[in-house]
């Protein structure tokens, strides 16, 4: 079956950078778009940037010129690369797959969190 792994989350103080990734199994990789979307305490699940098949990326304005989604599909793996982090980035990612490579039902991870704080 489908899996999606979130790794890389944890404690960074303001103004530092993360790595996320995302290992996917059981899929057709390059066949999906690859989305990160993020859910803050208290707060509904929010879509962070996406990556298609042709890995043109999207993002969200609060993330934009910070974060970069970049995937291998030779490691069925997509990133998420976080910089200038603020506290507000605080949340708990999430992957998702979309499209063919998953017969278009969405497929999500099980998160990672990532705390900004002092």
């Known amino acids: 079956q489908v899996q999606l792994v979130e790794s890389g989350g944890g404690l960074v103080q303001p103004g530092g950078s993360l790595r996320l990734s995302c290992a996917a199994s059981g899929t057709s990789f390059s066949l999906n778009t690859m989305g990160w979307y993020r859910q803050a305490p208290g707060k509904e699940r929010e879509l962070v940037g996406t990556?298609?098949?042709?890995?043109?990326?999207d993002y969200a304005d609060s993330v934009k010129g910070r974060f970069t989604i970049s995937r291998d599909n030779a490691k069925t793996t997509v990133y998420l690369q976080m910089n200038s982090l603020k506290p507000e980035d605080t949340a708990v990612y999430y992957c998702?797959?979309?499209?063919?490579?998953?017969?278009?039902?969405?497929?999500w991870g099980q998160g990672t969190l990532v705390t900004v704080s002092s």
């Open positions: 998702k797959a979309s499209g063919r490579g998953v017969g278009y039902r969405d497929r």
């Open positions: 990556i298609t098949t042709g890995f043109a990326t």
